[in-house]
């Protein structure tokens, strides 16, 4: 994937000198790419411990919202939720 990235870039960037508005789609692909891409942490956001902790208190929140809506509930698998 990050091979054939690069390639679009390349050719994205080269078409660049006959029009500039290629340039402009290279870059906007480019951070897109970085932003959103595939599974490359240690360009596009938190490692370790960090990304571990986001987790985990994303995790405990919804939890606390579960336990919330859900107060006083017996939710066995004869009695579901939404009875």
């Known amino acids: 994937m990050v091979v ?7 050719v994205l960037f080269a078409m660049g000198f006959s029009q500039p508005v290629w340039w402009l789609i290279g870059g906007v692909v480019l ?3 970085l932003r959103y891409g595939n599974g490359i ?3 596009s956001g938190p490692g370790g411990y960090e ?3 986001m987790r985990r208190e994303q995790r405990d929140k919804w939890d606390r919202r579960y ?10 698998p004869d009695r579901p939720v939404d009875r």
């Open 51 to 53: 990304e571990y902790r």
């Open 67 to 76: 336990r919330r809506q859900h107060r006083g509930q017996r939710i066995t």
């Open 31 to 33: 951070y897109a790419f």
């Open 41 to 43: 942490r240690h360009v």
């Open 4 to 10: 054939l990235m690069g390639v679009v870039l390349v």
